[in-house]
Each structure stands twice: as structure tokens, then as C-alpha cells.
């Protein structure tokens, strides 16, 4: 009995969908997780979509956060509370579980950073944790407020650093993720965002010595804008 409680504008052509329903732990979601989607209006109901949620389920509520890339995107924002809501999964692997240490690197470019959003809270009150989220604009930073709360009340375990600028202001290589996070080398790494960005991460966490296995990415393209 999942249906859309209310939709909230974050950001220039960015909005969240607020979902609201029963005994949604049944379905076993954790932040990280996507789901398809398809809700009870016209052009929304025939197709699934693949939305990541933006933040940890509760028992009655779920929230996707969605960018404008297009027609179906866009049509999202006018989307009326009481809209019945379909909901396939959950899917993929990007989840808290996959980490064995005891310090972890959480990276979101742009929107990515609506899982990353999702699986801050899912982490074990001892893990130590970097959120990186970079943006070309400040108005981009979404979720801002939140990660600035969730930052103040982990007592120091979390730090958030906010890199708004080019790609040549901040460059995402190894040298400098280091001189940023110290213990970036003996960590898991988890990244959310545009190809490119994702690459450089990657390259990033190579040239540190990290193995693969403690790498985890998500498909921005696929399911998170």
C-alpha cells in the first residue's frame, strides 16, 4: 500500500519523492539499494524505472531523489500525494555490508550523491567515515543540511568535505585524496557519480595500492539521475 506522501524541490531541477506505505521492512531494503519504480499516473505506470533510494528506509517511508534529465524525470516533480506506488527489488550491491574495515571513503558527484546519501547511516557506530561530494556549483550541493546533521551528531566519526569547483581546482588523484583523507589507502571506498569521475577515483584508489575488492561503485548512469 506504498503511495507518494509528498514531493520536495532540493534543488535546481532536482526533487525528492517522499514515499509512504506498511511494514516496508519486509522488503529488506538498506540504503544503497534501488528498486524499479512505476507509479500510478499517466506515462508512469507501463514502464519501470530505476531509482536508488536517497535515504535509509523506515517503517513506513521511502524517499528516491531524482534529477531532470528528461521527459520521465522531469514529469516526476508533478507527481500528487495519495499516487499509488509499484515498487520492484530491492537490487544491486552497493551496501554497507560489502565493507571490512574500519574507516571508509564515501565519494558523490553531483546527484550521486543520493546513495551515498542512504548508506552514511547503515555503517557500524565504530566505522570511521570521509564523505566526498563534489559539484560544479554550490547550489548543486543537495542534501547539504542533512549531511551537515548527520556529521554533528557521529561525534567526530564523520567528516564531510565539500569540494564545489572544477575538475582542475580539484583533481581526484591519489596524491591529492591523500593529503585530504590520510587514511584514504586503508580504506573501503564507495563512489557515486559521472563516468569520468568515477575513473579518476578509481585510478585514484589504484595508484594507493588499494585492491579491488575494496572498491565498490554504482552505476549513476543507470539508476541515480
Known amino acids: 500500500n506504498l503511495k507518494v506522501s509528498r514531493v520536495v524541490v532540493e534543488g535546481p531541477g532536482v526533487i525528492s519523492i517522499i514515499m509512504r506505505g506498511r511494514k516496508l521492512h519486509k522488503l529488506a531494503a538498506e540504503g544503497g539499494h534501488f528498486f524499479g519504480w512505476r507509479f500510478l499516473a499517466r506515462n508512469h505506470l507501463m514502464i519501470s524505472h530505476p531509482y536508488s533510494l536517497s535515504a535509509t528506509p523506515t517503517e513506513h517511508l521511502m524517499r528516491i531523489t531524482v534529477k531532470d534529465l528528461g521527459d520521465h524525470s522531469r514529469s516526476l516533480a508533478f507527481l500528487k500525494p495519495g499516487t499509488r506506488v509499484f515498487v520492484e527489488g530491492p537490487y544491486g550491491a552497493f551496501t554497507a555490508g560489502r565493507s571490512s574495515r ?10 550521486g550523491i543520493t546513495p551515498i546519501r542512504a548508506i552514511m547511516e547503515e555503517f557500524r557506530q565504530e566505522v570511521q567515515m570521509d564523505v566526498v561530494f563534489r559539484a560544479s556549483r554550490e547550489e548543486d550541493l543537495v542534501f547539504r543540511q542533512e549531511l551537515d546533521y548527520l556529521a554533528a551528531q557521529s561525534e567526530g566519526a564523520m567528516r564531510i568535505h565539500y569540494l564545489v569547483g572544477s575538475r582542475e581546482q580539484y583533481p581526484m588523484d591519489a596524491a591529492s585524496l591523500m593529503k585530504m583523507i590520510p587514511l584514504f589507502a ?9 563516468a569520468p569521475l568515477v575513473e579518476s577515483v578509481r ?18 548512469a543507470f539508476h541515480s539521475a
Open 102 to 111: 574500519r574507516h571508509v571513503v564515501l565519494v558523490g558527484g553531483g546527484v
Open 186 to 194: 586503508d580504506s573501503d571506498i564507495y563512489i557515486c557519480g559521472p
Open 203 to 220: 585510478k585514484a584508489a589504484q595508484d594507493a595500492g588499494i585492491p579491488k575488492n575494496r572498491f565498490h561503485d554504482e552505476a549513476f
